[in-house]
């Protein structure tokens, strides 16, 4: 995720603290997640919700939530906030899975608003190449061509560490 990370804005990056990851389950299994049953992955996603709803909520207002994959954006749609959503986009077209779909939406938390992102297939299932694709697409969806010159400044300017950015994305908070 670091790596798609990195190619959508330059300053983002967990290393530097610019970017957080929140799990959906906020407690650690013997297993690999992707080795649980079905129903063992929702049992423990159905303990952690009110967890994750709190980690989300207390985010400040603008920051932007990025989904890695359909279960995660799944949760963020069954947290019981509002969640409003534009059409599907094809983000590239891969052969054998007949390609990657993006989600864009806006979480609505009382006063505050977060763009969130979402794409069809886990990072870490994606060659390199992908990875550009996901982060042009999300780069494309969340800073506009005019905004270039803004991410160019923050870029510049070294992005402050700071933990989220605006709405924007050109404004550390």
Known sequence: MESVLNRVNPAWT???GSAVHIDVVGCAT?????????ASQTELINNCREHFSRAICNLPDGTIILCDGPRAWQEIANLGLRLVMQLGQLINVREATGGDH???GELFS???KFPVRGWSAHVSHLPAVWRFDLASW?????FPPSSFVGIQALKVSGGGGSACYGQEGNQPQ
């Open 30 to 38: 013997k297993e690999r997640w992707s080795n649980l049953t079905n």
């Open 102 to 104: 993006g989600k864009i």
């Open 138 to 142: 999300i780069h494309g969806t969340l």
């Open 14 to 16: 967990y290393v530097m």
């Open 110 to 112: 009382g006063e505050k």
